[in-house]
């Protein structure tokens, strides 16, 4: 970026700051990117995420700004990062978020109260049940497709199978998600609550399921890193190994829902910056071995669409750029605290992700402005 955007950029989070009377944050925080790029050669996410941050570190002397950090003085302050992009819109975006992380797990305690209450008044275990429907219907499609070919004829197999494809997998990838109540325990709230186990042993649940991938503790050594990149190739195939007749193609556009664990050994100098670790450890192999795309257009079989209804293919818009299309929607990471005598780890799930909004950050939010709009005016906030 040349140094006259760079300034650009800071003065506009300078003044953003400014106006919110809020001064360089100096404990922990949880950070929100949200991008939308025009360029026809536009980087990944990724890529521009590390750009973006490296920036909202150490400030630019032309910038009017009291301090010599801008948003932030070290970007480890970062405890939970999601970072999501489109592709070849209309106008470009840059949208940030910072919140202390303390608020950050106020909210999550708070979303996790207005869940349960919401559910209460919902049929949401009704939905989920009739979403994990879906992988029944798949399987039996596979398994009696001999009889349902030569009933269809195979220009409707094909495309039946695609669809019960799509939707099984959406439900197969929700189910490795942690919920927000789950992420809100593993941190240890609500502090007063009486759970019929501790943080630690949600945390142990997370790494024990097969529907996510488990990569092991992260390097804190002198060449560890290609151990641990090792680590996560063998994950990868074995994850592939596991749900293949589910998940090859891939025909759903995925982000990555990523939680970490430090070992209680490792060293306060070599504490990893969350967005590094997606971007030198996961990205350069989930990407390329699952196959995955940055954006939902990527998964329409615009051909076949334009020979079944011509309208219908218009109403999807324009394709993004082609260099845009490997990669993910979006990505998260949530540092928990080490615990003495408990093994570090890196859990990642593959989340189905069609619109790009499903981060747990948003969806906290959304939560809580939907239970309080169904509360009495006089006890709103």
């Known amino acids: 970026m040349p140094k006259s955007e760079r300034i650009r950029f800071q003065t506009q989070v300078a003044t953003q700051l400014t106006a919110a009377k809020r ?20 980087p990944q996410a990724h890529t521009i995420a590390k750009n973006f941050l490296d920036l909202l570190d150490e400030c630019d002397e032309a910038v009017k700004w009291p301090r010599r950090d801008l948003l932030y003085k070290d970007d480890r302050q970062i405890q939970a990062l999601s970072v999501s992009c489109r592709h070849g819109v209309s106008d470009p975006e840059i949208f940030l978020e910072a919140r202390p992380f303390a608020a950050m797990l106020d909210d999550l305690e708070l979303a ?46 094909e495309a039946y199978l695609k669809m019960t494809r799509f939707y099984a997998q959406r439900a197969l990838l929700s189910r490795g998600s942690v919920t927000l109540p789950i992420l809100s325990w593993m941190y240890g709230r609500p502090e007063s609550a009486s759970l019929s186990f501790g943080k630690e042993m949600w945390a142990k649940l997370l790494t024990e399921s097969p529907l996510r991938l488990q990569v092991g503790s992260l390097p804190v050594a002198s060449g560890d890193s290609t151990a641990f990149k090792e680590s996560v190739r063998v994950e990868i195939a074995a994850f592939k190994a596991r749900w293949d007749k589910l998940i090859n193609p891939l025909v759903v556009p995925v982000g990555l829902e990523v939680v970490v664990r430090p070992s209680p050994k490792t060293p306060s100098g070599v504490l990893h910056d969350l967005d590094n670790i997606v971007r ?39 394709m993004p750029p082609p260099g845009t299309k490997a990669g993910v929607t979006r990505y998260e990471v949530w540092r928990l605290p080490a615990v003495d005598g408990e093994p570090g780890f890196v859990s990642v799930a593959l989340v189905a992700d069609v619109d790009a909004t499903g981060d747990l950050m948003g969806v906290a939010d959304r939560k809580i402005d939907e239970w309080s709009a169904t509360l009495p005016r006089k006890k709103r906030w």
């Open 23 to 42: 001064s360089t944050f100096t404990g922990d925080i949880a950070l929100k990117l949200q991008l939308a790029t025009t360029s026809r050669n536009a």
């Open 112 to 157: 996790n109260n207005a869940i349960q209450r919401l559910t209460m008044e919902s049929h949401a275990g009704y939905e989920q049940e009739r979403e994990s429907e879906w992988i029944d219907s798949f399987r039996s499609i596979l398994r009696d497709e001999t009889k349902i070919r030569a009933k269809l004829g195979d220009g409707y197999y």
């Open 280 to 318: 030198d450890y996961l990205i350069p192999g989930i990407v390329p071995s699952f196959g995955t795309v940055t954006d939902y257009r990527w998964t329409i079989d615009h051909e076949q669409l334009k020979k079944l209804d011509s309208k219908l293919a218009e109403s999807w818009g324009p």
